[in-house]
């Protein structure tokens, strides 16, 4: 199926005529969900079923379900899960409790997700939780070391992938060092490069190999004072794409944040010369989606084998007992509510 380069929003519970037109001309890649789009369980799959019936295939469909403050899918219908400390606490005293304990947590999540036709969770969270860092990262965070994050940012994305749901690394290279939330203002970071990769960055470089991967919105001013990841070809380059070495699909994060500068249009051109191979747009707001879509090409090259090779690791869930999982979670860190 032919799309463009670009994941959209949507503006409410159900598909607007207007976003059907849109869909079905601008063809993007794939959505994402927020909770502004979540009532019941029947009224997002009705949702999700309805845009994927507009543009023809069975197009990747993305949620933010991390568990703590980022869950898009809460009670009374699903679950609140923990937040990624409690995981990082638990490794702290006992590492095979924690890396068992947080792909449980991703396949229990998984299970939720995949009933309501949702495939791809932007989860894990590799950035550090340290001193200097904004709390937007805060307990999101599974810790402090590179070494404790990245095993358990990989249970994570394991316990996902078992349950038929694509991971999305995030924020690289990394965001816990940020001094401000990139919603609002653009972070700038004044660690010196060996700094940063040995720490940040290294929590990425075991994770390479994952599937899929979202930008930070933080300039490393060590490396390129002048832009942050998602717009700088120099950090793309030499750190995404080399020193961390990954190889699957980058998506920019959402291009409506306050770090960007710009038009969203210039924002989107901006991305995808720095090495974006997708762009994020999660507003839902028709005006700034249509400049989106007009500045994202059709997926080709190196970037539509990328969007290829990670919807083939997109698999069927593998058998899965869920009160059993449920169980031994609880056993673990605790029943989620």
Not at 1 to 17: K, N, V, W, Y
Request: proline content about 7%; charged content about 20%; glycine content about 8%.
């Amino acid at each position: 199926m032919t799309s463009r380069a670009f994941i959209t929003g949507l503006a409410g519970p159900t598909l607007l005529e207007t976003e059907r037109a849109f869909l079905k001309e601008a063809a993007p890649w794939g959505l994402i969900l927020f909770a502004r789009n979540v009532e019941t369980p029947a009224q997002v799959h009705a949702l999700v079923d309805a845009a994927r019936d507009v543009l023809g295939w069975q197009a990747p469909v993305l949620i933010d379900q991390e568990g703590g403050r980022v869950q898009r899918l809460r009670p009374p219908h699903w679950p609140d899960y923990p937040p990624g400390e409690a995981f990082g606490a638990l490794y702290a005293r006992d590492r095979a409790a924690g890396l068992s304990a947080v792909r449980l947590n991703s396949r229990l999540m998984a299970d939720d997700l995949h009933a309501l036709g949702i495939d791809v969770d932007c989860l894990p969270v590799a950035d550090l939780r340290l001193p200097e860092g904004h709390g937007i990262i805060g307990n999101r965070a599974y810790g402090e070391t590179p070494e404790q994050v990245s095993a358990l940012a990989r249970a994570a994305a394991e316990g996902l992938l078992e349950g038929g749901v694509l991971p999305v690394v995030k924020h690289i290279p990394g965001h816990g060092r940020a001094p401000v939330d990139s919603h609002e203002r653009l972070p700038e970071v004044r660690a010196p490069r060996a700094v940063l990769e040995a720490t940040d960055f290294a929590a990425f470089r075991p994770l390479a190999d994952l599937p899929l991967a979202m930008t930070a919105h933080v300039v490393y001013a060590d490396i390129d004072p002048d832009a942050p990841c998602t717009t700088s070809r120099r950090v793309m380059d030499e750190i995404v794409r080399g020193f961390i070495g990954f190889s699957g699909l980058v998506m920019s994060d959402d291009l409506s944040m306050g770090a960007l500068s710009g038009t969203v249009a210039t924002r989107a051109e901006a991305s995808l010369a720095a090495g974006c191979d997708m762009l994020l747009h999660c507003n839902g707001k028709m005006d700034e989606m249509s400049m989106v879509a007009g500045a994202a090409p059709l997926l080709s090259g190196l970037a539509a084998a990328r969007a290829d090779r990670a919807l083939d690791a997109r698999l069927s869930p593998q058998p899965f007992d869920r009160s059993e999982a449920e169980r031994t979670l609880a056993a673990l860190v605790g029943a989620p509510a």
